[in-house]
Nanobody
C-alpha cells in the first residue's frame, strides 16, 4: 500500500550536483520521518540525511553536512535531497525510506539513532548515483 519512488540519480563529475526526489504515497500519516540512505558496493547501508515531516527538523551525516540539503515541497508529498560538491566517495545506490515511529528527529539522544534501518518500515527501489571523472 505504501510506496516510495526515488528519482534523479545519474552520473556526474566530482564537484557537480544532483537532486534526488522521493515521492511517498499510500500512507495516512501526519507525523513521520523520511530518511535518505546509501549503499556503496561492498559496504553497509548508511544513513545520509532525514527530515521529520511534522516539525521540519533535518539531520545530516557528518560526511555530507554542508554539501547536502534535504527538503520537502509545500504539500510534503515529495522529499528532495540536493547534493552539491559531490565526491567519488558519494557513489552509491541511494534509497529513501519512511520511519513511522519517529515523529521528530529531535526525539533521539544520539545521532546514530536517526538511521536505524529496522525502524524504517518502507523503502524505495533505489537510484544510482555515480561520481567519477
Amino acid at each position: 500500500q505504501v510506496r516510495l519512488v526515488e528519482s534523479g540519480g545519474g552520473s556526474v563529475q566530482p564537484g557537480g550536483s544532483l537532486r534526488l526526489s522521493c515521492v511517498a504515497s499510500g500512507h495516512a500519516l501526519d507525523s513521520y520521518t523520511i530518511g535518505w540512505f546509501r549503499q556503496a558496493p561492498g559496504k553497509e547501508r548508511e544513513g545520509v540525511s532525514c527530515i521529520s515531516i511534522r516539525d521540519g527538523v533535518t539531520k545530516y551525516a557528518d560526511s555530507v553536512k554542508g554539501r547536502f540539503a534535504i527538503s520537502t515541497d509545500n504539500n510534503k508529498s515529495t522529499v528532495y535531497l540536493q547534493m552539491n560538491t559531490l565526491k567519488p566517495e558519494d557513489t552509491a545506490v541511494y534509497y529513501c525510506a519512511l520511519n513511522p515511529y519517529l515523529d521528530s528527529a529531535d526525539d533521539v539522544d544520539e545521532p546514530d539513532e536517526l538511521f536505524i534501518v529496522d525502524e524504517y518500515d518502507y523503502w524505495g527501489q533505489g537510484t544510482q548515483v555515480t561520481v567519477s571523472s
